[in-house]
C-alpha cells in the first residue's frame, strides 16, 4: 500500500457508524455530494435492526409503504411491498434493493466495530478505533447506531448452565431453529414477545409463557397488497408522505380532535369497534387526542380493550392475567398483535404470571420459578434493549477536556434537538436521543434527521467550518422543551423503553425517568429544526 492508499483508508470527511435503515440513506446522501464519506458496521453485513431480528413474526408495526424510503422516485416506482406490514426477510431484502441499486455498499466497511472515539481540539477532528486495532480519522462523525440495537438478558443464576438452545430475539439464528415437536420458553412480553409468540404458538409442543407484566396489545389487521393496490399506493405515495409529515405520529393515522368528551360512551364504543379492525397503530393513533392526556378518557380505553381480551381468551382467570393494571392503554409503546389471545385458547401453550411466581434460577433442562420447575427444550429471551441511548454507551467516547459521553448521560441524556450534545463537537446523530424518531414512525423521522444533518455537514464543507458544537444554554433549552412535552403525557411514569425503564440495565431501573425522546410531534419537531437551519443554525458555534 502507499501513502496516499494508507491515508485515503484511514481519514476521512466523515464517518457514519451504523449500516441500518438511517445509515444507508446517510450514505447515500453524503456521497451523492460528492463528500469523501465511509459507513463502518460492526456486523458483518447491512440492514441493521432488519439485519438481526430475524425471529417468526418479527414485521413491521408502520404501513410498510409509510415504512419505506421516500427520497427515490425510482425505488418508490419499482418496489412492489407484498404485505400492508411486511415480515423481516422482505424489509432485509428491500434495504439490500435499495444499497444495490445505488450501489452503496462499497462506501461501507462491514465487521467495523467502532469501541472508543476520541475528540482531538487542536486538529478538530475525531479519531476513532475499532475492535480489530484499525484505526480512523474523521472531521465529522455520524452517529446512527439505531434505538434498539443493544440486546439485554435478565442475570439468572444458571442461564449458562441451560443445556439446550437459548438466546435472545436479536440473535435469533440465520440457521432455521426446529421447533417442531419442542418444549419452548419465552421470557417477556413486549412487542417482540407478543409477535414471537403468536405465531409459534402453532408450531411448537408446549410453549411456556413466562410473563413479568402484561402488555396492552391491539390487532394489527395485516392484509396482502396486490399488484392493483400497489399501483394504487404509488399512484397516492406523494399524499401519502406528505399526511405522515403533517401528522404527530408520522403515520396516516390522524389523531381525533371532535373531543371526547363531546360523545356519549355509546358513540365513543362504536367509533372504537371500528377502529379495532383498523389496520396498524389507528386504535391509538387515530383515537380521541385525549386518551393520552386526561386520566379519566384513558381509563375508558383501556377498559374497552380489557374487554376485547375477556372476548378473545377462553379461561377468564388467563384473561384477567393478560390485562395490565399498572399502566393504561397506550401508556407504554403498544405491540401489534396477529391472534396473540387466541394462541392462550391451544391447550398446549401456558402462561406463567411472574408476578404470583417469579423466575428463582435457570436449570440445565428448564426454568426453576419459586412455584414450580418448567422442563424446556429452548428458551427465547425477547427482553427488550438498552434502547436509545444503549448504542452510545457501548462506545468509550470522549469529548472535549477529556469528557465521556456515558458519563454526561449516566442519569438522562442531553441534546440539542436530539441532533448534537455540548462538549462534543462534530458528534451528528441521526435519531439520536431527545429527536421524535424514537417516539414517531421511525424512517420517516431518519429521512428528516438525515436531511437535516447533511445540510449541515454540506454547510460546514463548502464554508469551510471545522468544528461544530452545541452551544450549553441551546442545549439546556432543548432539554427543557423535551421536559415539558414528556410531563404533558400520561406515560410520563410507566415503565417502558419510552420513558428508559429496563429493569436489567444498571440505573435505568423502576423510578429512573431518562427522557429518552422528544413528545411533541413529528410537525413540531421537523419545525423546529427546519427553523433552526434557517436562522444561520442559532444554537450552534460554528468556526
Ligand atoms: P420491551 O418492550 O422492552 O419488552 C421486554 C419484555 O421483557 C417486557 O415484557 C419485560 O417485562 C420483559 N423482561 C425484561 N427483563 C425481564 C426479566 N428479567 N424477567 C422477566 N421478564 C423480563 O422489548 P421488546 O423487544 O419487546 O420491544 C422493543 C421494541 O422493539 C418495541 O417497542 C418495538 O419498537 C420494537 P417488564 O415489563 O420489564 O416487567
Same mark, same amino acid.
Given at each position: ?220 389487521? $395485516? &392484509?396482502? *397488497? #396486490? ?5 394504487? +399506493? %404509488?399512484? /397516492?405515495? !406523494? ?5 405522515? @409529515? ?51 378518557? $384513558? &381509563?375508558? *380505553? #383501556? ?5 376485547? +381480551? %375477556?372476548? /378473545?381468551? !377462553? ?5 384477567? @392475567? ?222
Amino acid at each position: 500500500m502507499t501513502s496516499d492508499e494508507i491515508s485515503t483508508r484511514t481519514r476521512h470527511e466523515v464517518i457514519v457508524i451504523g449500516a441500518g435503515v438511517s445509515g444507508i440513506y446517510q450514505i447515500k446522501r453524503l456521497t451523492d455530494l460528492g463528500i469523501d464519506a465511509i459507513v463502518l458496521e460492526g456486523d458483518d453485513d447491512l440492514g441493521g435492526t432488519w439485519y438481526r431480528n430475524r425471529y417468526p413474526g418479527a414485521r413491521f408495526d408502520s404501513e410498510s409503504y409509510t415504512y419505506g424510503y421516500s427520497f427515490s422516485k425510482e425505488v418508490l416506482a419499482e418496489w412492489h411491498w407484498k404485505e400492508r406490514f411486511s415480515a423481516q426477510p422482505e424489509n432485509l431484502r428491500y434495504l439490500n434493493f435499495v444499497a444495490d441499486k445505488f450501489d452503496l455498499r462499497r462506501h461501507m466497511r462491514f465487521n467495523s466495530r467502532v469501541e472508543q472515539m476520541t475528540w482531538h481540539d487542536d486538529t478538530s477532528e475525531w479519531h476513532l478505533s475499532l475492535t480489530s486495532g484499525e484505526k480512523y480519522i474523521a472531521r465529522f462523525v455520524i452517529a446512527s447506531l439505531g434505538p434498539l440495537s443493544q440486546p439485554t438478558l435478565p442475570s439468572y443464576p444458571g442461564m449458562d448452565a441451560f443445556a439446550g438452545e437459548s438466546f435472545h430475539t436479536f440473535h435469533w439464528p440465520k440457521e432455521p431453529v426446529a421447533l417442531e415437536g419442542q418444549r419452548v420458553g419465552v421470557i417477556g412480553t413486549g412487542a417482540t414477545g407478543i409477535q414471537v409468540i403468536s405465531v409459534i404458538a402453532d408450531q411448537v409442543a408446549e410453549l411456556k409463557v413466562f410473563q413479568r407484566r402484561p402488555n396492552w396489545s391491539s390487532p394489527l389487521n $395485516n &392484509a396482502a *397488497i #396486490s399488484a392493483d393496490e400497489m399501483q394504487a +399506493i %404509488r399512484d /397516492r405515495y !406523494d399524499e401519502i408522505f406528505e399526511n405522515c @409529515k403533517n401528522s404527530p405520529g408520522g403515520f396516516e393515522h390522524l389523531p381525533d380532535w371532535r373531543g371526547f368528551w363531546n360523545f356519549t360512551p355509546e358513540e365513543r364504543h362504536a367509533r372504537w369497534d371500528q377502529l379495532y379492525t383498523e389496520s396498524g397503530f389507528a386504535i391509538l393513533a387515530s383515537n380521541f387526542a385525549e386518551i393520552f392526556f386526561d386520566e379519566k378518557a $384513558n &381509563a375508558e *380505553i #383501556s377498559e374497552y380493550i380489557a374487554d376485547r +381480551i %375477556r372476548g /378473545r381468551v !377462553d379461561d377468564p382467570a388467563t384473561a384477567e @392475567k393478560l390485562i395490565p393494571r399498572d399502566h393504561g392503554f397506550g401508556m407504554q409503546r403498544l405491540p401489534l398483535e396477529t391472534r396473540y389471545f387466541e394462541a392462550y385458547n391451544l391447550d398446549h401453550v401456558h402462561l406463567v404470571d411472574l408476578s404470583e411466581t417469579p423466575i428463582d434460577h435457570v436449570t440445565a433442562t428448564g426454568i426453576q420459578t419459586t412455584g414450580e420447575h418448567h422442563e424446556l427444550d429452548l428458551i427465547v429471551y425477547a427482553t427488550g434493549f438498552d434502547a436509545i441511548t444503549g448504542g452510545y454507551d457501548r462506545i468509550n467516547i470522549t469529548g472535549v477536556d477529556g469528557a465521556t459521553l456515558a458519563d454526561k448521560w449516566r442519569s438522562s441524556p442531553r441534546t440539542f434537538l436530539g441532533m448534537l450534545t455540548n462538549g462534543f463537537p462534530n458528534l451528528l446523530m441521526v435519531a439520536g436521543p431527545q429527536s421524535a424518531s424514537g417516539s414517531t414512525n421511525f424512517p420517516r423521522a431518519i429521512e428528516t434527521g438525515v436531511n437535516w444533518v447533511t445540510d449541515l455537514v454540506h454547510h460546514a464543507t463548502e464554508t469551510g467550518t471545522t468544528r461544530i458544537e452545541a452551544t450549553a444554554e441551546a442545549e439546556d433549552e432543548w432539554v427543557d422543551e423535551v421536559i415539558r412535552a414528556h410531563e404533558r403525557m400520561l406515560f410520563r411514569r410507566s415503565k417502558g423503553w419510552f420513558t428508559g425503564y429496563n429493569s436489567n440495565v444498571k440505573g435505568h431501573q423502576e423510578g429512573t425517568i431518562r427522557y429518552q425522546a422528544y413528545f411533541g410531534g413529528a410537525p413540531q419537531f421537523s419545525a423546529r429544526i427546519d427553523a433552526c437551519a434557517a436562522s444561520g443554525y442559532e444554537g450552534l458555534e460554528l468556526v
